[in-house]
């Protein structure tokens, strides 16, 4: 087949000048990237051969190969792993739709602009355009394992790149940069030094399992001379803790993780006995852009007596920890292992019942240890920790004990459960909270007003999971966890001025005007009392105590399944002057047209306050309207 010429799509024409104009002031990470790929690239054909026997490659000897040559200015690394196929050096190669480029742009011009641009690169999967930053010129031979034909891509990165068959190409991937002269001034080393090179693996690539090999430079005048293999290859979860320092392990956990920034914390473990496995995980210090997307990756890698199995494992740990990384390697499980038989197999339940316990018992020990650190943990993976409280009632103890909520009782500090018990007001058997939106939504409830002027405290529960978690939990220590604005409330103490008798009194004088205003908002409300929660407001709307709430009916829908809206009850201030107006007009009057407008606007006005819409929107604006229009 002849040479084809194509163009980069414009986002990829946009993110090779800025790679070959870049202000990375750390260029060396172009072979971090280069070494990365190869060695995902041995790691999965390892793995398609262990799952398909007939595959036509060999696997005798897999390495990753670094050369240079002097005089033509090149540097070519090359592996001989499960390379790519013509289709398929079009679709990853010469486009990069997939690799986030559009984030990867606005975040790259945000991050020159903060000064942290470095290691942007690896984050999101262009590891391989990180060469234009030292070359002119990139060409990429290779065949895929199995097959008799291999490709040549070739691009001075200037908009286009040439697609042809390469009959004479060795099975795996090479990639050969011509490199730009030498400019100390802008961090541009030179790559065709030896020395260079060593470090530059050392300090990035010294944890990969495969062999580096730098080949002897040609016309040294030294044939005879063998490959140096350049990395220890010792798997770091294999060796002491003694033995790796800290920069080593957030070097790896930058590998595995994509990520540019150290993680939060460290957390090793090694199992001994009848079925032994290491784990070395990591906690980032931030949550990843994916984190609540459907689909999107787990963190943590399967290997088998340091062999690769699988990456993105989800047996090991729970859904809700899926933002951990690292490795977990098993000493004693089958190299020919699926997804479908790690659901089912008793050790990687138990694996998976330890590591769980262990990240939360790690979380446990920040609270009290390093408290600015479980700050930025709780920040960052609070939300989906608290998936655990629905879905893994074995842990749910453990799940409660590292969990924080935003509380009344202070505006910076989060509180647990434990030290909400401890400040509760004698008397006091429940555990209260609300959810909402905002703090600050929830803090201007109608619901709140109650609360707030007896001092009680509340939980401010802003995230989408604590609809759900509340109700699955139930309570703690005994204490029930009830909601603000479901049921009936009553803090009244025995020194309160509004005796039962005053009250008794109230709902005597304002049952007629309950009874007709129930009458008529009856499509929308399942009962009009009065209330005991508000201070100041007019009225507000509450749920039964066993009903869903609105908030929880629209995330049902939202996943598609259909619940019937349930009626919720109106409740009115008596100490409120419209509710007295409203109270003494309904005694008075025979005509009670406008009445009947009064009162929906004042049940409008109440589903309004918690952030909620009236039924009919169009209609509530028109009688707002004409009532202002005769106070003028």
């Known amino acids: 087949m002849s040479t084809e010429t194509f163009e980069f799509q414009v986002e990829a024409r946009q993110l090779l000048q800025l790679m070959i104009h870049s202000v990375y002031s750390n260029k060396d990470v172009f072979l971090r990237e280069l070494v990365s790929n190869a060695s995902d690239a041995l790691d999965k054909l390892r793995l398609a051969a262990l799952r398909d026997d007939t595959l036509d490659a060999d696997v005798s000897d897999l390495h990753v190969e670094i050369e240079i040559d002097k005089n033509a200015r090149t540097l070519t690394v090359r592996d001989n792993g499960i390379g790519m196929s013509y289709d398929e050096v079009g679709q990853l190669i010469g486009t990069i739709a997939n690799s986030g480029t559009a984030k990867f742009l606005k975040e790259l011009r945000e991050a020159q602009e903060a000064g942290g641009a470095e290691g942007l690169i690896g984050q999101f999967g262009v590891g391989f355009y990180a060469g234009f930053m030292v070359a002119d010129e990139v060409t990429l031979v290779t065949r895929r394992a199995g097959e008799s034909q291999g490709t040549r891509w070739t691009s001075r990165g200037e908009g286009t790149y040439t697609l042809e068959r390469a009959d004479d190409a060795p099975q795996g991937t090479a990639v050969t940069l011509h490199l730009k002269p030498a400019d100390p001034e802008n961090q541009l080393h030179d790559y065709t030094s030896a020395w260079k090179i060593k470090e530059i693996v050392k300090r990035y690539s010294d944890f990969i399992t495969w062999p580096i090999r730098l080949v002897p430079e040609s016309g040294d005048g030294d044939t005879a001379s063998e490959p140096e293999t350049l990395n220890s290859m010792k798997a770091l979860w294999a060796r002491s803790r003694e033995e790796v320092s800290d920069d080593e392990y957030h070097e790896l956990y930058k590998h595995i993780g994509h990520d540019w920034r150290e993680p939060l914390e460290t957390i090793r473990l090694q199992a001994e006995g009848t079925f032994e496995y290491q784990a070395l995980l990591f906690v980032p210090s931030h949550a990843p852009h994916d984190l609540f997307t459907q689909g999107g990756r787990r963190g943590v890698q399967l290997y088998v007596k340091r062999v690769f199995i699988m990456d993105d494992c989800e047996a090991l740990l729970p859904p809700y920890l899926r933002f951990v990384k690292g490795v977990v390697d098993a000493q004693d499980l089958s190299l020919n292992v699926s997804r479908e038989i790690l659901q089912q197999d008793r050790h990687i339940r138990m694996m998976q019942r330890r590591l769980t316990k262990k990240v939360l018992s790690t979380v446990k020990d920040m609270m009290t240890s390093a408290p600015d650190r479980y700050t930025t943990f709780w920040r960052e993976f609070g939300a989906v920790l608290k998936e655990g409280l629905v879905t893994d009632t074995e842990n749910r103890d453990a799940l409660l004990a590292v969990s924080s909520f935003a509380t009344t009782h202070g505006d910076d500090e989060p509180t647990t459960l434990k030290q909400y018990v401890e400040r509760m007001k004698d008397g006091q058997d429940d555990i209260y909270y609300l959810t909402g939106e905002s703090r600050q939504s929830i803090e201007n409830s ?80 399942k009962d009009v009392r009065l209330s005991s929660r508000l201070t100041v407001s007019p009225a507000c709307v509450v749920s039964d105590a066993h009903d869903l709430t609105p908030a929880l009916e629209n995330m049902y829908r939202a996943m598609g399944q259909e619940v019937p809206r349930a009626k919720r009850i109106l409740e009115l201030n008596p100490d409120h002057l419209l509710v007295k107006g409203l109270n003494q007009a309904y005694k008075e009057s025979e005509d009670r047209t406008r009445l009947t407008e009064t009162a929906e606007l004042l049940h409008g006005l109440a589903v309004l306050a918690e952030g909620g819409q009236p039924k009919e929107p169009a209609r509530f604006v028109k009688l707002v309207a004409e009532r202002l229009e005769r106070t003028l």
Not at 455 to 474: H, K, N, P, R
Not at 479 to 485: E, F, G, Q, Y
Not at 505 to 519: D, I, S, V
């Open 446 to 525: 109608p619901h709140m007003e109650a609360f707030r002027a007896k001092g009680i405290e509340v939980l401010l529960l802003t995230d989408s999971v604590d609809e759900v978690w509340v109700d699955a939990v139930g309570e703690y220590e005994g204490k029930r966890l009830r909601s603000v604005a479901k049921g009936e409330i009553d803090l009244g103490t025995e020194g309160d001025e509004k005796a039962d008798g005053e009250r008794e009194k109230q709902t005597e004088e304002y049952a007629g005007l309950l009874g007709w205003m129930k009458e008529h908002l009856d499509e929308d409300i």
